[in-house]
């Protein structure tokens, strides 16, 4: 029996939840600060977990449109799923956290509005998970009929050159977290397409081994940002090698007597 397989693009489905569960761990990680001498060198990028869950994110919307297409299903679904834990939690910060606050202001947070508005807001994440899964159901439309490539293509296009060309200072660093991470989500939206159109892995394979490239260029050059971004195109290489080490686990569970189950 052979130890480690080859990646196919099924593993990405077969491992979904447990890839969801790694990116999760490694941000906390991240944010809770381990300063150990082995275990900092991996939690200190830490962000790109979340690099992975916006691939994820977008993996998984495509399957669920795709079982169910109906827009009042799809939006009900996803604001009880984010909005109800959201304004318990924002109780919680606005009465702790930010005691000035007023009702208006706690509304203002938790809608997510004061994140495009220049007002007040908790942070990035939410807002910027609303806007994507807001635009979706286009966002699907551009991958059934193919033209992601060319979405996507722009987007890499204006974001790369702009960092020879324009100043992004202009946009803050939170705002910048959601706008170099649309490339990625897109990818992941089109990577679900792939599997159950039954492609091959050949393309997938292709397009990690050229992010490894433009991985190294960037993040040699000295810029927290830059850094960031960098990180968006290591994710797939990153997939694959997390996805083959749960594949080791899985047959070394069967090998031993157990078995270790990761449907998606």
């Not at 990680?29 to 082995?38: A, C, S, V």
């Not at 940002?225 to 195109?233: G, L, N, S, V």
Request: aromatic fraction near 22%; proline fraction near 3%; glycine fraction near 6%.
């Amino acid at each position: 029996m052979k130890i480690c397989n080859f990646f196919v693009l099924q593993d990405l489905s077969t491992y979904r939840k447990a890839l969801m569960g790694v990116a999760i761990l490694w941000v906390v990680l991240y944010h809770f600060g381990f300063h150990t001498p082995i275990i900092s060198h991996i939690t200190r990028f830490g962000y790109a977990g979340v690099d992975i869950f916006m691939f994820l994110s977008g993996f998984g919307l495509f399957y669920s449109m795709n079982h169910d297409s109906n827009l009042q299903h799809y939006y009900k679904k996803r604001f009880k799923r984010i909005f109800p834990t959201y304004f318990i939690i924002g109780a919680f910060l606005s009465l702790f956290c930010f005691p000035n606050d007023t009702f208006i202001s706690y509304l203002w947070r938790s809608s997510t509005l004061g994140f495009w508005t220049n007002g007040v807001y908790y942070e990035w994440f939410i807002p910027s998970i609303i806007l994507l899964y807001a635009l979706f159901p286009f966002t699907f439309k551009l991958v059934i009929y193919k033209t992601w490539i060319y979405v996507l293509s722009i987007i890499l296009i204006i974001l790369i050159a702009g960092y020879g060309v324009f100043d992004y200072s202009f946009i803050d660093n939170w705002h910048f977290l959601l706008l170099y991470r649309i490339p990625i989500f897109l990818y992941g939206c089109m990577t679900a397409y792939q599997i159950k159109n039954n492609e091959s892995s050949k393309e997938y394979n292709i397009i990690s081994i050229i992010g490894l490239f433009v991985f190294i260029i960037f993040f040699l050059i000295p810029d927290l940002r830059t850094r960031y971004f960098a990180f968006t195109f290591l994710t797939p290489l990153l997939l694959i090698i997390i996805c083959t080490i749960l594949k080791n686990i899985t047959i070394i569970n069967k090998l031993g007597g157990g078995q270790l189950e990761l449907q998606a």
